[in-house]
C-alpha cells in the first residue's frame, strides 16, 4: 500500500491567481480532495477526476480526523482551507487531531502549504495598512471566552497595534464587532482609519474605506476582515479617486 | 506614451512553489525588476529580458522613488519584496513616497500582489502555531524607539498572544532579542514552545522547536522569524521524530 498524504492547502482569499504554485500542483495531484463546499467550489477545475468530500462549516475536528483517516488508507488527500490554513483555519484541526491520534497517522506524511491570509489580501487592496506592528484577532467566542477577546482588544488598543479583526460578526454573535468597535475607540482618535474588506479578489468583493468614528457594524459580514489603523495610519485619496491606507514604516519618537 | 504601472510583488519564503500565480505572471510580464539584490536572485530566470535595478536593503525610500519614477515613464515596473509586502516590507515604502508625491504618480497603475509572509511560512514548516489569536512585532528599533517594542511586548506578553519575532536580531541591534525574551519569560511558562525558523523553503532552512526556558539568541540571524507561543500552545513529537507546534483553536475558560 502507497504511504498516504494529507496536504493542509491554503486557498489564498479566492482568485486561482493569488493561490501559490504549490497549492495549485497539490490540489492537481490529490485523489480526494476534503473542504467546507463553498471553498471546494473556489478551487479551478482540472482534469484529473477526484473526489470531493464535503463538510459543513463547523465540522473541523471531524473533518480533520475524516481526512486522516482517509491518508491512512494510502490516499493523497488534500484537506482545503481559505487564506492560510495557519491562521484560524484547517491546520490547527488536522494537528491536533494527529496529536490526539497518538500514533495512530504515523503513517500518514501531512504537509502543510501555506496562503496569502485575508489580513494580508485586504491591505494589498489598498495599500499596507499592515506596515508596523499588528494583530490578529478572532471576535469569534464560540471556542473562547468573550472577556479574554475583550482583554486582548484592550492591551493591544492601548499598545497601538493595528488590529485585523477575523470573523466578526454573524448571525449567533450580533453584537461583539460593536462592542470591539466601543473598545478601540477608548485608545484611539476616531480619525483613524479603518478597512472592512469583503470577498476579496472575488465577484462580490467589497472594500470601504472608513473611520473609527464612523465606522459601523453592517458594513460586516462572516467574510470580511476588518483592519483598524494604529495611531500613525493614514489614509488619502488620489487624483483618481482611488483611497490608500498605509501605517508608515516610522513611529514617532517618544519625546 | 504607455500608461505606466508599478506592481509591488510578494515572492512569499523564497522557493518558487510558494510564489503565488499572478506574482509569477506579474515578475514574466515585468520590463523592470527592482529590489534588493538577494530577493531578485531568488527571482526565477524567465525567457523574456528585462532590466535589473539593484539596491541596497536599507535604501527603501530611495527605491520607491526610483521605481515610481521609472513607472512615470510608462515602463512596467515590479518590486520584489520577500514575504508579503505589507508585512514590515517594500508595498509601505512605495504609498508613502506615492502620497509624498502628492499627485507626481496619479499616471502610474499602483497595484500590490500578496504573498504568503515568513510567520505563516513558519508555521507551515511546524503544524500551526498562528492557530489562534496572533501578533507580529517588529524588533528592529531603526524606525521605531526601543521603549514602544518594550511596552508592545508586555502588552501582547500579558495578553496571553502568540508573538511572532520579525528582523529579531542584526550586527548593529545584538541585545534586543534578549530583552523580547526576558520580558515574554515574566508573563509565560518557561515550557511554551518556541521556534525559530531561518529562510524557510531555501537550501539553508533551519527550524528549531525549544521552548521559551531554553531558547537562545545565537540561534537567530537577520533571516530568522521567531513564534513565541501563547499559554495554551503544544508541542509533540511523532514517531517519526518530527516535532509539531500548534495553538488549539479553543481556548479555555477564564472560570
Known sequence: MNRGRLTVVGLGPGTPGWLTIEARETL??????????????LVQPVDQPRARHEFDNREEAQRARFALDLAREGRDVAVV???DPGVFAMATAVIEELERGDGAYDDVDVAIV???TAASAAAARVGAPLGHDFCCVSLSDVLK???????????VGAADFVVALYNPISRHR??????????LRCHRSPDVPVVFARAVTRADERVV????????TVDADMSTVITVGSSTTRAFTDSAG???VYTPRRYPSAD
Open 28 to 41: 492537481a495531484r490529490a485523489t480526494d480532495l476534503v473542504g467546507y463546499g463553498p471553498y471546494l467550489d
Open 81 to 83: 482551507s481559505s487564506g
Open 114 to 116: 501555506p496562503g496569502v
Open 145 to 155: 471566552p468573550w472577556p479574554v477577546v475583550e482583554q486582548r482588544l484592550e492591551a
Open 174 to 183: 450580533p453584537w461583539q464587532l460593536g462592542r470591539a468597535f466601543e473598545i
Open 209 to 216: 474605506v472608513t473611520t473609527l468614528g464612523a465606522c459601523d
Open 242 to 244: 482611488r483611497t490608500w
